[in-house]
């Protein structure tokens, strides 16, 4: 990476406009104030989804959500609910909200190259009588993520189209990526047995999902 001084670096809104250009009209004006309904009909289908975080000082966290089609619950037409799963109670999510409500959601759905963003304010429910209708397998979630919508739009199907994310041919094989058990022993557990680790990651996926 060239030095910082020799880097041609874009500080202002005006630059970036000038590289970048003006969006069309309808573009521009796309977001929307609430769920209307091709975006409950998305969000009823989708199985996964990203959250984005920062805490008091703007430090960022990214995490993913998945779940069976239609986990995140739309409660009203500004208002959604993400069911907390069982995980490994680092709780970065969590605790960024508690600093800083504000979140971006990116939604996708298998098979459809647009995806929906959301973004908003968050709180933390425990309530559960709300939580009840998020069940799987019998397990009521301890916690959920309410997200009251600031805005909400479709966005377009570029970078789904450029990555081929959803194409037949995408995937790799898995030979060709170290399985986690070995990631793990790389980087934390250098005594450790990878086949072990893995037997154990498999075990957990099992018995600790819901």
């Known amino acids: 990476?060239?030095?910082d001084a020799t880097q041609q670096t874009v500080e202002d809104t005006a630059k970036l406009i000038e590289i970048i250009g003006e969006p069309k009209p309808d573009v521009a004006?796309?977001?929307m104030p609430a769920l209307d309904?091709?975006?409950r009909h998305f969000i009823s289908l989708c199985p996964f989804l990203c959250i984005s975080t920062a805490d008091a000082s703007g430090n960022q966290d990214v995490s993913p959500r998945g779940d069976p089609p239609g986990f995140v619950r739309v409660l009203d037409d500004r208002t959604i609910l993400i069911p907390d799963r069982k995980g490994n109670r680092r709780v970065d999510t969590m605790r960024n909200i508690l600093e800083n409500p504000n979140v971006g959601l990116l939604l996708m759905l298998p098979g459809v190259e647009e995806v929906v963003r959301i973004n908003g304010k968050a709180?933390?429910?425990e309530d559960k009588t709300l939580l009840a209708d998020s069940a799987v397998n019998g397990s009521i979630p301890a916690l959920g993520v309410i997200v009251k919508i600031d805005e909400v739009f479709f966005h377009c199907a570029k970078a789904v189209i450029r990555s081929k994310l959803w194409a037949p041919e995408t995937p790799i094989q898995r030979s060709e990526?170290?399985?986690?058990?070995e990631i793990v022993r790389d980087q934390r557990v250098p005594?450790?047995?990878a086949a072990n680790i893995n037997a154990e990651l498999q075990t957990d996926y099992k018995t600790r999902l819901y």
């Open 29 to 31: 004006t796309k977001e």
């Open 191 to 193: 005594d450790g047995d």
């Open 1 to 3: 990476m060239r030095d």
């Open 123 to 125: 709180t933390l429910t």
């Open 177 to 181: 990526f170290p399985t986690y058990g």
């Open 37 to 39: 309904s091709h975006c």
